[in-house]
């Protein structure tokens, strides 16, 4: 059995944190019902698959804790997701410092991405209603 209750102490909480621990498993039923509600009221359902690579790889910068997804649109004028890395006081992980082997300070671009497969359709695949 999932959990499908809202736990507002952990939606207050997760309001002010940016830690690893924000979000909860809603289970297939609340999730499938929040996708119906979209669909009801906006006549379609579309999604933005990002593989495993790019995810983990976000998440491996140092001092992310997790990853904000934005609505973005493309030179082409599509749809697309936009997600960066985000630490701990809220803030994006655009610049890493690195330490070379020779132990000379350096700095490198946060990933920052874009992309992935988009589907749109009068039912997304894998959800039923």
């Not at 001092?63 to 936009?82: A, K």
């Not at 874009?114 to 009068?122: I, N």
């Amino acid at each position: 059995m999932t959990n499908t209750e809202i736990n507002p102490a952990k939606v207050a909480t997760q309001k002010k944190d940016f830690s690893a621990e924000v979000g909860e498993d809603i289970g297939y039923e609340r999730g499938a019902k929040m996708v119906k509600n979209h669909f009801d009221k906006n006549g379609e359902a579309s999604s933005h698959f990002i593989g495993r690579d790019i995810i983990e790889a976000i998440l491996a910068q140092p001092g992310v804790v997790g990853i904000s997804i934005h609505n973005g649109i493309d030179q082409f004028g599509r749809s697309n997701q936009v997600l960066v890395g985000v630490n701990s006081q809220g803030n994006y992980v655009l610049n890493i410092t690195t330490i070379s082997a020779g132990g000379e300070l350096g700095k490198q671009r946060g990933i920052v991405t874009a992309g992935g497969v988009r589907s749109t359709g009068t039912q997304p695949c894998g959800w039923e209603w």
